[in-house]
């Protein structure tokens, strides 16, 4: 018997490759079958890439690769193929596959959460598509990059690119293209808190699903709605909209959408205060994204759940599981939602005294954040660091790692963190009793708070630089 995904990939490279490369791909692939039975699909591309002789198949094949090993997690080694195959279609002039390993590279980078790179390869597609493509790969191309400039939190250029490719649906009578830009739009209006105008659109998105009988579509548009009722603390309307769309992810066995309702349900509960049934909820949902592969959504449930056992005052589990958390993601190099779980452990640490352990969480945190060049939590976790070191007087090596958190933040020009570190390294050299180099830093630390009008901090840095006077 011959592998069930080794006949599947013949059928769809038949479907995708030129006419006059047919025969010698359809000879390639069935030589493959007869040498390969029941292998993966991951091999079946491999003996391919290694037995082609035409070009196009191979830089084909190696996209398609690139595509394969990132749906297991591969994810240096699909960028690589996906890489080489692009460069090998480049050569070719072969616009098609370009535009189609440029989509899967923006594909593979938006699922890592890096919206700029996805950005970069679906806009490069995009250039190619709107020369050479269909009026309905120009729509799809352009929910691509809409959504990436919608998670890059750039609404005017989302909304611009899903308006485009609405109007080319609406052009087209393609009912199910316009219903997910409406979906898309929501998106971007509940991301701005305009809940009111993006429930609109998520009804008008739901409306044109049930006319189609798309009933995934529509329970995941109604999982969209819950959020926002979520986010508006209307617990019994989102609690609707989650049920009736998790009674649809099971009847069509979608494990998905299943673990996304599961997850809402717990946000749910949690915010009423049911924790027993929000650690329900949490546990199903983690336990169904291990299964799904999802990394960065496993990472978010044990975070929720360390959430459920800090308020319940169970900080040996809330650690266990605050722990997972940065660990994926900092595997996942996730640099939007680090920093929520970090907080919370690096408090529970901090009042149990376990500064050795914090300092190798933050050790770990700026190897992983330096290599993607993350200044901004590299420079949080030096000045953490800094902060232990102070606790257990320490004070040199404090005013050391403070003063690496400086020239960060002032490389992102980010001033209230500057102004925060040169007042802790002020604070630290007045525990050396050295008064004047404590002064000058306080002195520097004020003037940026007084540019910046924080109140507050003035206060705080004048009173330190009270305590000083008061020394003499």
């Not at 890096?114 to 269909?134: T, V």
């Not at 605050?322 to 690096?346: C, R, V």
């Amino acid at each position: 018997m011959v592998g069930k995904e080794v006949f599947c990939y013949l059928w769809q490279a038949i479907a995708l490759y030129p006419m006059k490369y047919l025969f010698v791909l359809a000879l390639t692939c069935l030589a493959l079958c007869n040498l390969c039975a029941q292998n993966a699909t991951i091999d079946s591309l491999r003996q391919v890439i290694a037995t082609t002789s035409v070009d196009t198949v191979k830089g084909r094949t190696l996209c398609r690769l690139c595509f394969e090993l990132g749906l297991v997690g591969k994810m240096e080694e699909a960028l690589q193929k996906g890489d080489e195959g692009l460069k090998k279609l480049h050569k070719l002039k072969d616009m098609e596959g370009q535009a189609e390993c440029l989509n899967i590279l923006g594909y593979l980078y938006y699922g890592q959460n890096n919206y700029s790179k996805s950005l970069y390869y679906y806009g490069a597609a995009l250039e190619i598509i709107e020369k050479h493509g269909s009026q309905l790969d120009i729509a799809a191309c352009l929910k691509s990059v809409g959504n990436s400039y919608t998670n890059m939190n750039n609404y005017a250029k989302a909304l611009k690119c899903h308006e485009r490719s609405l109007k080319i649906y609406e052009d087209l009578k393609d009912e199910k293209g316009m219903a997910n830009c409406y979906s898309n739009i929501g998106v971007i209006y509940k991301r701005q808190k305009e809940y009111a105008k993006a429930l609109t659109l998520y009804q008008k998105s739901l409306t044109l699903y049930k006319q189609l009988n798309d009933y995934e579509e529509y329970a995941w548009t109604l999982y969209n709605s819950a959020n926002i009722y979520i986010e508006v603390s209307e617990y019994q309307k989102a609690l609707d909209c989650v049920q009736n769309s998790l009674r649809i992810g099971e009847k069509y066995k979608n494990k998905a959408l299943m673990a996304d309702c599961y997850y809402a349900l717990g946000l749910i509960y949690y915010n009423q205060g049911d924790y027993s049934q929000a650690l329900k909820y949490q546990k199903q949902s983690l336990q169904t994204f291990e299964q799904l592969g999802y990394r960065k959504k496993v990472a978010d449930c044990y975070n929720n759940i360390g959430a459920t056992y800090l308020i319940q005052k169970d900080n040996t589990q809330a650690v266990a599981n605050y722990e997972k958390s940065i660990t994926l993601y900092q595997e996942i190099a996730d640099t939007s939602n680090f920093l929520s779980p970090y907080s919370y452990l690096h408090d529970i640490y901090m009042d149990q005294k376990n500064y050795s352990r914090l300092i190798e969480i933050n050790e770990q945190c700026i190897k992983t954040y330096q290599k993607i060049g993350c200044q901004k939590i590299v420079a949080f976790c030096y000045g953490n660091i800094g902060n232990c070191h102070y606790e257990q007087s320490n004070y040199a090596k404090a005013i050391e790692c403070h003063q690496f958190a400086v020239k960060l933040f002032m490389k992102i020009n980010d001033r209230s963190k500057i102004a925060l570190a040169l007042d802790n390294i002020g604070y630290n050299y007045a525990k050396l009793n050295k008064d004047s180099e404590a002064l000058d830093y306080y002195n520097r630390a004020l003037n940026l708070y007084k540019d910046l009008g924080d109140q507050e901090n003035i206060q705080v840095v004048s009173e330190h630089i009270q305590s000083l006077s008061s020394k003499k």
